[in-house]
């Protein structure tokens, strides 16, 4: 600007603020008012349309924690900001306060208001994703906040999702379930619901049930993966389906040579007794199938011709009827099936195929017995959350080690043991969907998550719900 060229007036100076102030509002108008095309979304992210639209679209989505967090630390596994988290935790201020079933039939009353207040993607973000749909069985039957944040977390709108509720859940937890269900045209209850016992056949029902049902959907969904009210996500949709299409058809989930302690859970007979399962001290006969027995667990990575097959494949039905008078029969029951040559994306049951929890991508999860130093040979650390069964409920100290490892999703979150953990997994999530960086970028910086404005710039954006500008 000519007016600083030379030391003038202050008349001069102040005009020269006076112009650049001007041209600042300008430019900050066209940003803010501009109209964000589908279209915008789906190019190059180092695109300036594609920039500026992800930025305000991210505005408006953002899932950051409200109690001043910093995730961006605790993502890096900063032990100082770790130790704040804990801190926080117990105090009676920062007790996480559970959202009621209430709250959620109040609130679906109106669905466009309800998918926007709660901040539901509302588009696919790429052509590639729409291209690739996921199909989700998801059997739940308690803690209805964990369910709408893990729906909300997977949730896009070329996928197809169905619900299990647990049959004797409280009527207000199914009435809520149905609520959150009927606001969206891709997410439904399950036709048939089963009253879900321990260890026993049913939990493998619930999720059977679900799969015909995905089945007869006209969503052309490529891949299922079944979930539970305790898992989360640790990577993007986009990433999803990035893995499953390098599987090109094969399925991914645990898959090993029987122990002599687990052969006991199918060779004697077992029956449901007072919502328990018991054993009946009678040997079952033989499975029959010509291949060996396996151990795995009850998350699965299947293709949608895997799914069909377990019911139209003679000798998948016949090893399920055989299965549903055994103990545990989801560890045992799609180990099985995975290696058998008739069903489509199995691998061989030769060992050189052995296949651990920790290698597919199905889930992943910390084992208290297995816990211990890496140094020496532990396949991971100890739980840095509480362990419930043997297994680890994640805290946030997990989180760095978990986004370094290539699983789909990870078992368990609880709010009540440790919410910020499932904040900052929000958090990187829709940051991670939106801007696309590896973990490497989004921690590589001394910044915080979230777009490149300053933290009180919040433009003004269109209502994504009920619909994208076309």
Not at 14 to 23: N, P
Not at 253 to 268: A, D, F, I, N, P
Not at 326 to 344: G, K, Q, V
Not at 388 to 409: E, F, K, P, S, T
């Amino acid at each position: 600007m000519f007016f600083f060229r030379r030391k003038g007036s202050k008349l001069q100076q102040i005009l020269g603020l006076l112009v650049l102030t001007a041209c600042a509002i300008i430019i900050l108008k066209v940003y803010t008012t501009r109209d964000c095309e589908l279209a915008d979304l789906r190019t190059d992210a180092k695109r300036q349309n594609s920039a500026v639209c992800r930025d305000r679209l991210y505005t408006q989505l953002h899932l950051s924690p409200t109690d001043g967090t910093n995730c961006f630390r605790i993502l890096r596994g900063d032990i100082e900001a770790l130790q704040q988290a804990a801190l926080q935790r117990l105090e009676v201020v920062h007790k996480h306060q559970p959202i009621t079933e209430g709250f959620y039939i109040n609130q679906t009353q109106d669905c466009n208001s309800y998918m926007a207040s709660r901040r539901f993607m509302p588009v696919a973000l790429s052509l590639e994703e729409e291209a690739f749909p996921i199909a989700y069985s998801m059997v739940i039957h308690k803690n209805i906040e964990m369910f709408e944040r893990l729906l909300r977390s997977l949730y896009a709108p070329q996928n197809i999702y169905c619900v299990h509720v647990d049959a004797k859940a409280p009527t207000p937890f199914l009435q809520a379930v149905q609520a959150i269900a009927n606001c969206f045209p891709n997410v439904f209850v399950a036709s048939k619901l089963e009253n879900v016992i321990y260890a026993s056949w049913s939990r493998v029902q619930a999720d059977l049930n679900c799969m015909e049902d995905l089945l007869k959907s006209p969503v052309p969904w490529r891949y299922l993966i079944n979930t539970c009210g305790t898992d989360f996500p640790i990577k993007t949709n986009g990433e999803m389906v990035r893995a499953l299409r390098v599987l090109n058809g094969r399925n991914s989930l645990e898959s090993e040579r029987t122990s002599e302690y687990k052969k006991k859970r199918w060779q004697l007979q077992q029956k449901v007794e007072n919502s328990n399962i018991v054993q009946t001290g009678m040997a079952k006969a033989p499975p029959p199938i010509s291949i060996p027995m396996f151990s795995g667990s009850a998350y699965i990575v299947a293709s949608r011709e895997f799914v069909r097959a377990v019911f139209e494949e003679p000798v998948a039905r016949k090893l399920a009827e055989w299965e549903q008078d055994t103990y545990s029969p989801d560890e045992h029951l799609w180990a099985t099936l995975n290696r058998m040559p008739e069903l489509p994306g199995s691998i061989p049951h030769n060992d050189k195929y052995e296949l651990t929890d920790i290698n597919a991508l199905a889930r992943l999860v910390k084992w208290q017995h297995l816990a211990g130093d890496v140094t020496k040979g532990a396949p991971y650390p100890p739980c840095t959350g509480v362990y419930q069964r043997g297994v680890c409920i994640y805290g946030a100290g997990d989180l760095h080690w978990m986004l370094q490892h290539h699983h789909l999703l990870a078992n368990k979150f609880d709010p009540s043991v440790d919410n910020t953990a499932i904040q900052c997994l929000e958090e990187y999530l829709r940051h991670k969907s939106l801007y696309e960086e590896t973990l490497a970028q989004v921690l590589g910086g001394q910044r915080q998550l979230g777009p490149p404005m300053t933290k009180d710039f919040a433009p003004p954006f269109l209502e994504y719900w009920p619909s994208w500008k076309q």
